[in-house]
């Protein structure tokens, strides 16, 4: 069984800084996606990043960008020059593509908060 | 990207009576949709996943006769939460995966998410 976690329950960060927010995994496959979402106030869950483990390359999406250890089973999220709409709760995912029927599995999340 | 529609965004019932949340994939087909829940803080709970024309698969702990799930469509599916009780308020989230073939292979790795509802049992 895959697990994932994330230790940190809260982070803050000054509005414009750099934070980073960790996650690690376990699992005994090879190929698999990692993702990072994002669940605003709102409560939308919003895919912010993915990664496929196949590529050593780390993904980037605009201010968004992730340091993937595969060996070490490490997947931590940087978010740079924070907003004030970064503030939310972020959950790293874990999958194993076996089909239509993949399940995602989750972290526990992390509460962010930039500050103004 | 793809967008779920989940209905209704808020729901009060009162104790022993049945609801239905509704989850409908707006511009793509849905072979596979799942079924969340989630405590407040807290992470998403996968409930089960369903799949168009069958039954669905819960997840160990998950009671099938309370939370009766039906994917009747390519487009949409019911989770009714039935003889409802104060433990059974959360907020419920569903997800739909674009069954698009192995030409949509990249995207078939992202689930995409309704708006969630949040049901108050009184």
């Known amino acids: 069984a895959q697990t994932v976690t994330q230790s940190q329950p809260e982070m803050s960060v000054q509005e414009a800084e750099t934070v980073t927010l960790s996650c690690t995994y376990d699992t005994s496959e090879s190929n698999y996606y990692l993702f990072w979402y994002k669940q605003p106030p709102s409560r939308q869950m919003i895919l912010v990043i993915r990664?496929?483990?196949?590529?050593?390359q780390n993904a980037t999406e605009n201010r968004f960008s992730v340091n993937f250890q595969k060996a070490a089973k490490s997947f931590s999220l940087k978010i740079s020059d924070s907003q004030l709409g970064d503030t939310a709760m972020y959950f790293c995912a874990f999958m194993t593509y076996t089909g239509a029927n993949s399940k995602l599995t989750f972290g526990k999340g992390i509460t962010l908060s930039v500050r103004p | 990207g793809a967008v779920v529609s989940q209905h209704p965004s808020w729901v009060i019932c009162k104790s022993g009576t049945s609801v239905k949340i509704e989850c409908r994939s707006l511009?793509?087909?849905?072979?596979?949709m799942f079924w969340y829940r989630q405590f407040p803080k807290q992470s998403l709970m996968l409930m089960a996943t369903s799949n168009e024309g069958s039954k669905a698969t819960y997840e160990q702990g998950v009671e099938k006769d309370k939370f009766l799930i039906n994917h009747a469509s390519l487009t949409l599916s019911t989770l009714t939460v039935t003889s409802a009780h104060p433990e059974d308020s959360s907020f419920y989230i569903c997800s739909a995966r674009d069954g698009g073939g192995q030409r949509y292979i990249f995207m078939n790795t992202e689930a995409f998410f309704g708006q969630g509802t949040r049901l108050t049992v009184v």
């Open positions: 990664q496929e483990a196949y590529k050593q």
């Open positions: 511009d793509f087909q849905a072979t596979t």
